[in-house]
């Protein structure tokens, strides 16, 4: 195999890598933060997929809508467990914020460079 049948084989490897958002989104009464960035971004271990892991409840006196929102790369066989974990959690959000409802758990998972939408 020659130097240009190599190089050519490493491009088309590099195009065909998932690229997907690496980051968090979190708006709570207590805490606000969004370092979700354009070079926010990771290269997906084969078999994974972009992922968009999302948390949203209403909180304190006067309901106001909460969220966190987390992207990365995630192997799709994990979605479930990861509502299971997440659905779990929600007794420690009680514990930390006042009058906490409608919380919810959402992961949804797409297969296409950037999609999981972290900006």
């Known amino acids: 195999m ?3 049948t190599v190089i050519i084989l490493a491009m088309v490897a590099r195009a065909q890598s ?6 968090k989104d979190i708006n709570i009464s207590v805490h ?10 990771q290269e ?4 994974e997929a972009c992922s968009s892991y999302t948390i949203t409840f209403t909180e304190g006196e006067n309901d106001r809508s ?8 995630m192997n ?5 467990s ?3 974990e997440c659905k779990g959690k929600e007794s420690r959000f009680h514990e930390y914020l006042d009058n906490v409802k409608d919380f919810a758990c959402e992961i949804e998972t797409c ?3 950037l999609c999981n939408s972290g900006e």
């Open 32 to 41: 606000q933060r969004n370092e979700c960035e354009s070079d926010s971004v």
């Open 44 to 47: 997906c271990p084969e078999g």
């Open 2 to 4: 020659n130097i240009a």
């Open 76 to 80: 799709e066989a994990d979605v479930d």
């Open 18 to 23: 998932l690229n997907c958002y690496d980051c």
């Open 82 to 84: 990861n509502l299971v």
């Open 66 to 73: 909460s969220y966190l929102k987390d992207y990365y790369c």
């Open 111 to 113: 297969k296409e460079n």
